[in-house]
């Protein structure tokens, strides 16, 4: 595991423990940011993406649990892995139900954390198959875009950013993609149209088309997002038979790379094998 490219993001609020750990992650090469409570992680992950939280529970301003159930409810900060690192050990199950990546009581040695952090991360890596060279055009609002280049990089992929269907068109004559993932409810254009242009340039006339929508659960009160909303089902449908390969839904982290791999080469390989 390559320690230099990854980024952790230590949460505590006691000042002496943030050092000290931040002092050993640093002596191992791995990057570093640090937060002394959940509010202060948040801007902190606004920042730069970590790779991996340690997380205390009892904080000011945000605890810990209350912290880690924004984390995860968030789809564009759901993936990232948690480790709780606290002194209260009994906490352990209630963090188990809820999925964390792993648990550290307090008092710990050095070795031990460091070896967590490495299978947590090590689990991470070996649970992403990589398709190298896979080109993927990906269309929508420049944060969830964003979010998806970002996974897809990671799994070896290259990826580029559209925010409307008018770049969306000009990026597909320059960009070879070998899959495109679009939005089907684009600021200039619905699903519909997306695919009927689409379908008309030579680059993308066969190329798999995978459609998602997205909205923040708190932009439910404006009216436009209210309408798109009670349209989607009816977006969605025109969508497919307009001749969409997959509609996934409300875009999640987690099933994102699961349906783009089943167009990627090795997905074939496996199904020919």
């Not at 990826?159 to 320059?174: C, F, P, Q, S, V």
């Not at 619905?190 to 340039?201: M, S, T, V």
């Amino acid at each position: 595991m390559n320690e230099s490219s990854k980024h952790i993001l230590i949460v505590d609020d006691e000042p002496e423990i943030l050092e000290l750990t931040r002092n050993l992650l640093l002596k191992h090469s791995f990057e570093v940011s640090t937060a002394m409570n959940g509010l202060a992680a948040f801007v902190e992950i606004q920042k730069h993406r970590p790779q991996l939280i340690l997380l205390d529970v009892l904080m000011p301003e945000m605890d810990g649990y209350t912290f880690y159930k924004k984390l995860k409810d968030d789809p564009l900060t759901c993936d990232i892995p948690v480790l709780i690192v606290t002194g209260r050990g009994q906490m352990a199950d209630a963090f188990e139900v809820l999925g964390v990546d792993g648990f550290i009581p307090k008092p710990y040695t050095p070795e031990v954390l460091i070896e967590r952090i490495r299978s947590i991360m090590g689990a991470v890596e070996r649970s992403a198959p990589s398709d190298h060279g896979f080109n993927v055009l990906l269309i929508g609002p420049r944060e969830i875009v964003g979010h998806m280049a970002e996974q897809a990089r990671r799994a070896g992929w290259k990826a580029k950013m559209a925010a409307t269907g008018t770049e969306a068109l000009t990026a597909a004559r320059d960009f070879d993609a070998d899959i495109i993932v679009t939005d089907i409810q684009l600021d200039d254009m619905d699903g519909e149209k997306i695919i009927q242009r689409l379908r008309r340039l030579k680059p993308t006339r066969s190329r798999p088309l995978i459609g998602y929508c997205y909205y923040p659960t708190a932009s439910l009160a404006q009216r436009e997002v209210r309408r798109k909303v009670l349209a989607i089902q009816e977006t969605s449908r025109r969508f497919l038979s307009g001749g969409a390969d997959v509609y996934i839904g409300r875009y999640r982290p987690k099933t994102f790379l699961e349906n783009c791999r089943r167009f990627t080469p090795s997905a074939a390989d496996n199904h020919h094998g």
